[in-house]
């Protein structure tokens, strides 16, 4: 379909999304900030997508095939984000990770800044394709392979990310007993497999938006520019496993359970660590005796997620369970007397 292009700001609708991003973010901020609400945080990230998505797209003037199944893979990717952490929040009543910084001005709107740079940069492969820059060039059909390869990598990473957020909530909701370590479903695989999911969704979002250039129907600067829109997805997996996502789950997750647990509950949980892998799904029975270096590389158990109680613990305690129980948890099993591994699947999961 074509029709009327906007050039609003740049040929690239760099400057608009961004803009746009922050007000939307900011007026979310105001709210929770004002009433204390934390039943806007999250929608305002995950709709925050689908505003630009629809802009950029309805300001092209130009919606082949290819640009409305990219935007559309990303407005669906938001809304089931967003419905799924809303119903989480109404039956919650309130986030616990804005606890220590609600009341306070500055920390609370970091948190809305971050979120503005974590949407605007996962939106640059949607927002690239729509833009005149690209669409100045003829495209070419969509159905090649790698449109193919894409879509179909979305709908594996969208089923993956649902089906671990459903399973999480329903162990969550159902367990009695808080030490209880949910290693059934996709958590048998892996210890973060909605992690794993959303981060094949958005690489999958790049492979069909970067087809045109890959093809040689996008030239010049346009061209770099679709293959640079892999910050974005890039960026989404830097946060999962840097910032906000393994570093957060699995050192804290496994120092609590040490520290709270009886000798016998970290000896399960150990267990579940050794034989489980951090984030790539893998059979545990295969998982557990490989070697360290591919542990390490492949596998990305890397040792910043490790739980050392010598070192990491705040409670000296006595063991009951035989030493190996208390000794340094790591990311690879080098002896079974020697090493436990790191923390948990996902903190939410395991943990009340």
């Known amino acids: ?99 220590e910084i609600r009341e306070r001005f500055w920390a609370f709107l970091g948190f809305f800044v971050f979120q503005m740079l974590w ?92 087809s045109s250039a890959a093809d040689g129907y996008v030239e010049g600067p346009a061209y770099g520019a679709l293959y640079a829109t892999i910050v974005g997805p890039a960026f989404l997996t830097f946060l999962l496993m840097f910032v906000s996502g393994l570093t957060l789950s699995e050192r804290p997750g496994a120092k609590k359970r040490y520290e709270s647990g009886s000798p016998r509950e970290w000896e399960a949980y150990s267990r579940y660590l050794r034989r489980t892998s951090i984030l790539v799904p893998f059979p545990p029975g295969l998982y557990e005796p490989l070697p360290a270096l591919l542990k390490r590389t492949l596998f990305l158990e890397f040792p910043i997620y490790v739980f050392d109680p010598a070192k990491h613990s705040d409670k000296k305690k006595q063991q009951q369970q035989p030493q190996t129980a208390a000794e340094p948890v790591t990311a690879v099993v080098v002896n079974e007397q020697q090493q436990r591994e790191s923390a948990d699947g996902l903190v939410e999961t395991s943990q009340a």
């Open 119 to 210: 949407v605007w940069l996962v939106s640059l492969p949607v927002t690239v394709l729509n833009s005149p820059a690209v669409q100045q060039y003829a495209q070419h059909p969509f159905g090649t392979a790698r449109d193919i390869a894409g879509v179909v990598l979305f709908a594996l990473g969208l089923v993956v990310e649902t089906v671990s957020d459903a399973h999480r909530y329903r162990f969550r909701s159902a367990r009695t007993d808080k030490a209880a370590i949910c290693d059934t479903g996709l958590f048998r695989f892996s210890r973060h497999p909605n992690y794993f999911g959303e981060i094949i969704v958005h690489f999958a979002i790049y492979t069909i938006a970067v």
């Open 1 to 99: 379909m074509a029709g009327i292009t906007i050039h609003a700001l740049d040929d690239y609708y760099l400057a608009i999304t961004l803009l746009t991003t922050v007000g939307y973010q900011l007026v979310f901020f105001s709210i929770a900030y004002t009433f204390k609400f934390d039943k806007v945080t999250d929608i305002a990230g995950g709709t925050n997508f689908i505003i630009l998505a629809i802009i950029t797209l309805a300001f092209s003037g130009h919606q082949d095939a290819r640009q409305l199944v990219v935007s559309l893979c990303m407005v669906v990717w938001a809304l089931r984000l967003s419905g799924y952490l809303f119903f989480r929040i109404l039956k919650t009543g309130k986030d616990d990770r804005f606890d």
